[in-house]
Nanobody, 115 residues
Framework: VQFVESGGGLVQPGGSLRLSCAAS????????MSWYRQAPGKERELVAT????????YYGDSVKGRFTISRDNAKNTVYLQMNSLKPEDTAVYYC?????????WGQGTQVTVSS
């Protein structure tokens, strides 16, 4: 299982970023995909999840209404559109899939929200 994450960077409060995670090494279309984040000194937290075929979504309370998770099964890619970013969104963002009771993680991409 491999992930290539991209799209992180430095953005001002109120700005937007779009993260991408290209996956390989497993049957992408049949598994739910998630984004997690981890800020310095804090535990890793679930940001959003999208189901495999119907595209049902779940969001953490802190990002509801601002972030949107989506997927393109033809490209084996999951996205996270982040709008109205706040300084408290600053963290390393990780792509995740759970398969056969094991978690797989991307390398992470840094998102920094600061003026």
């Amino acid at each position: 299982v491999q992930f290539v994450e991209s799209g992180g960077g430095l953005v001002q409060p109120g700005g937007s970023l779009r993260l991408s995670c290209a996956a390989s090494g497993f049957t992408f279309s049949i598994l739910s995909m998630s984004w997690y984040r981890q800020a310095p000194g804090k535990e890793r937290e679930l940001v959003a999840t999208i189901s495999s075929t119907r595209g049902n979504t779940y969001y953490g309370d802190s990002v509801k209404g601002r972030f949107t998770i989506s997927r393109d099964n033809a490209k084996n890619t999951v996205y996270l559109q982040m709008n109205s970013l706040k300084p408290e969104d600053t963290a390393v963002y990780y792509c995740n899939v759970r398969s056969s009771s094991k978690n797989y993680w991307g390398q992470g991409t840094q998102v920094t929200v600061s003026s």
